[in-house]
């Protein structure tokens, strides 16, 4: 009975939804996707740079077969098994999606390293404006080139970065062989522990404001 039920809750939430067409996908091409973001959040996931897909639909990991959403829920940061079509609501549980790069492309390695090491640089900026607590950025390879970081790996990262603790989670695109669904369930869940136990040990008042070992300028 709970297998069914959970089922009915994946199946309802992906509801049908219009797609894109392939003339309308491949006219994505550099467009610009907005954050989702707001002050003060728990979380801001900062994704590589969005996809053709995500850019025509103008939702984040908007691509059937992307496994942000399915993560996301299924490692306690959302109740219930999100659509992209309703990704606002993230900011209601203290969630918010950026990117290290702004424009779209069909895939994340046609990005230069400038474009990336920029995109580091913007998005401390980002993080200091809005001050989220956690900053988790969904790709490992892209967050060493965007903050020369070579030898780091998925996890919590001993630097901050704008004042908010830093964890690398893995990429959750449908190419990325190296992590299951259930695998990358695992790593958002010990994103999530992490955050609660850091949330049970601080007062509101007790972010990192100092500037020691931090990343970016």
Not at 99 to 123: F, I, Y
Not at 153 to 158: L, V
Not at 175 to 200: Q, S
Request: glycine letters at 12%; proline letters at 7%; a positive charge.
């Amino acid at each position: 009975m709970g297998g069914q039920a959970k089922q009915q809750e994946l199946t309802t939430a992906r509801r049908v939804r219009p797609r894109p067409t392939p003339a309308e996908v491949a006219a994505a091409a550099d467009r610009l996707l907005p954050d989702l973001i707001a002050p003060d959040l728990d979380v801001l996931f900062c994704g590589i740079n969005p996809g053709l897909y995500s850019a025509a639909t103008g939702w984040h990991f908007a691509r059937p077969g992307n496994r942000f959403w399915p993560a996301l829920h299924r490692g306690g940061f959302t109740p219930h098994l999100v659509d992209p079509a309703d990704q606002a609501e993230l900011l209601g549980h203290g969630l918010g999606i950026t990117n290290l790069a702004a424009r779209a492309s069909a895939r994340a390695d046609e990005l230069t390293r400038d474009e990336l090491v920029e995109g580091g640089r913007l998005l401390v900026r980002k993080v200091r404006r809005y001050r989220p607590r956690w900053v988790a950025v969904l790709g490992v390879t892209a967050y060493r080139t965007a903050f020369e970081r070579r030898t780091a790996r998925i996890g919590r990262q001993p630097e901050t970065i704008g004042g908010a603790h830093l964890w690398v989670l893995p990429n959750p695109s449908g190419l990325n062989a190296h992590f299951t669904g259930p695998g990358l369930a695992a790593e958002f869940a010990a994103l999530r522990a992490a955050t609660l136990a850091e949330t049970r040990g601080q007062g509101p008042g007790d972010r990192l404001k100092s500037g020691l070992g931090q990343t970016g300028s």
